[in-house]
């Protein structure tokens, strides 16, 4: 998948938050940290730095969620941070996005904090970004409670 493809995934699936641009999204994969994980209709790409892996963003095609694209990719991140040595994922969320909050909650990710006005919605007013926080449990290399 191209920066330019996940991008208009991004656009199609953030629907009040602005999505990255394929400018952003090429130079953020620069990073030798950074990996860009993708399935049909989806894509994920996040950091690992340390025993510490953050996604910085994931995005399904909207006319394919639902269907288990998100959680491959995030079992396939889990996998690969494991490798690598990272013993948690971090990630942050709008606060006024049920749907990602709820797929989270549902892997036993946990909050863990807030960051006041983060987000930058389409309509140029502001959101909290809530800090979840998952520990890899490195005996079956899955998500674990925290």
């Known amino acids: 998948m191209t920066p330019e493809v996940f991008a ?8 009040d938050m602005r999505p990255w641009s394929s400018q952003e999204i090429a130079r953020t994969l620069e990073n030798s940290h950074v990996y ?6 989806g894509g994920m790409i996040a950091q690992i730095v340390a025993d510490e ?18 959680t ?11 490798a690598k040595g990272a013993r948690r994922i971090f ?40 800090l979840l926080s998952h520990a890899i449990d490195a005996a079956s290399r899955k998500v674990a409670p925290t």
């Open 36 to 41: 860009f994980l993708t399935r049909d209709h």
């Open 53 to 70: 892996c953050e996604i910085l963003a994931l995005a399904t095609d909207p006319a394919a969620q639902r269907r288990g694209v998100a």
């Open 91 to 130: 990630l942050d969320v709008a606060r006024n996005n049920d749907r990602a909050r709820a797929f989270y909650a549902a892997l036993g990710f946990v909050r863990v904090g807030t960051r006041p006005g983060y987000y930058t919605l389409r309509d140029g007013t502001r959101d909290d970004a809530v």
């Open 8 to 15: 208009r995934i991004m656009d199609r699936a953030y629907v």
């Open 72 to 82: 491959a990719i995030l079992a396939e991140l889990v996998s690969l941070a494991h």
